[in-house]
């Protein structure tokens, strides 16, 4: 078995976070959030707002006071007829 190569290695490191953008509808919006995983290219973050992939947001370290955008690439898990799986992969 070929081991899977990453750039840079996998943290599990509960970090809070407030997430600021635009949904679909236009509307601004700021939620509180926070990470699962985190690596030097991205990180796993448990939201309940249903993101867009490809959509840019800012996500702001509660604890650092430190923020960079970040560029949705998909949910961690399906949606559900409920809504949005709630985690959520981000890149820088």
């Known amino acids: 078995m070929v081991a899977e190569k990453r750039r ?5 490191l509960t970090i809070p976070l407030e997430v600021r953008g ?10 509180e ?4 995983t985190l690596n030097r290219h991205g990180a796993r ?3 309940t707002r249903p993101l867009r992939i490809g959509q ?3 996500m702001m370290n509660l ?3 430190r923020e960079t955008e970040f560029r949705v ?6 949606i559900t007829e409920q809504g949005a799986s709630g985690a959520w992969s981000v890149w820088i």
Do not use: H
């Open 33 to 36: 959030a926070r990470t699962i």
């Open 45 to 47: 973050v448990q939201i």
């Open 63 to 65: 604890v650092g006071r």
């Open 22 to 31: 635009v949904d679909a509808k236009g509307n601004p919006f700021r939620d």
């Open 56 to 58: 840019t947001i800012v």
């Open 73 to 78: 690439v998909g949910p961690v898990s399906p």
């Open 8 to 12: 840079s290695d996998r943290l599990m």
